[in-house]
């Protein structure tokens, strides 16, 4: 496409991406299936490459259109803003639907757990070592991100820099204390609706914290290579926006299944 154009729409180039990538989705689900029957991962891990090496290709392409290209118009980023908000409406129904099947199972415990929450033989963690200190990092770890947002907007792009950094090591930080948690587990997924529930919930949340973290990472060495603007950060928006809701739902799994639930 040329890059004389008349018009704030975003027309795409031709591209390989959703193509290697609908490969890539269909090698990694046959792998899991040959996984499954034959105990065999080598499919499985070729199906992963294929989409990693696709995701950062593809995302790659996006930040030049955007970065270099001048393809993201006031137009395409409001699209792009709205499409960010949507995705974060359907994470927050994916996690709704975890707290529905632990409340569902909480307020009306079967005879079959003993009619009693925790059900019997279930030693629950104590809410206010971890995962206190997990709330923590997470609390401040929102506020650092807000930080490095505000002085992107004023120009100040070494606080930027620094506050992003903080982020970063906090979400990191975060990761390890909650693999260290499940190390230490007295129970398993496979203790009950007690266990299925817990390590269902936090364990997803767990995988959008490195997710997030990930996402971070990316936007702190586009920030070092200059992409970013006080008035064109999209990017790093779309990512504090994701990290807040992370803040947000581990909140809601610290008060419920931490703190009530115990």
């Known amino acids: ?59 790659r392409d996006v930040c030049r259109e955007g970065t270099y ?49 925790p059900p019997m033989s279930i030693i629950p963690f104590n809410p206010f070592q971890i995962p206190l200190l997990n709330t923590i990092i997470l609390i401040t770890s929102g506020i650092t991100v807000t930080w490095a947002h505000h002085s992107l907007m004023e120009n100040n792009f070494t606080q930027t820099s620094q506050s992003l950094f903080i982020t970063i090591i906090l979400g990191i930080y975060f990761t390890i204390l909650q693999a260290y948690e499940y190390l230490e587990a007295p129970f398993t997924i496979a203790d009950s609706i007690y266990g299925s529930t817990f390590f269902m919930a936090t364990g997803f949340h767990g995988l959008h914290v490195i997710i997030g973290t990930i996402f971070l990472a990316t ?23 994701y990290w807040h809701f992370v803040d947000v739902v581990w909140l809601f799994l610290y008060i419920s299944i931490y703190w009530w639930g115990n």
């Not at 890059?3 to 290697?20: G, I, K």
């Open 219 to 241: 936007c702190f060495i586009r920030h070092l290579n200059n992409h970013f603007s006080s008035n064109h950060h999209f990017g790093f928006e779309a990512a504090a926006w």
């Open 69 to 117: 290209q001048g393809k993201h118009t006031l137009l395409v980023s409001n699209g792009l803003r709205w499409g960010m908000i949507l995705f974060i409406v359907s994470e927050i129904f994916f996690f709704i639907s975890f707290f529905w099947a632990f409340f569902h199972s909480s307020l009306s415990p079967n005879i079959e757990i003993g009619a009693m929450w």
């Open 1 to 59: 496409m040329s890059m004389n154009q008349n018009h704030p729409y975003h027309l795409v180039d031709y591209s390989p991406w959703p193509l290697t990538g609908a490969i890539g989705v269909m090698t990694l689900v046959t792998g899991l299936i040959k996984w499954f029957h034959n105990f065999n991962i080598n499919l499985l891990m070729l199906g992963y490459l294929i989409v990693l090496l696709t995701m950062y290709q593809w995302w």
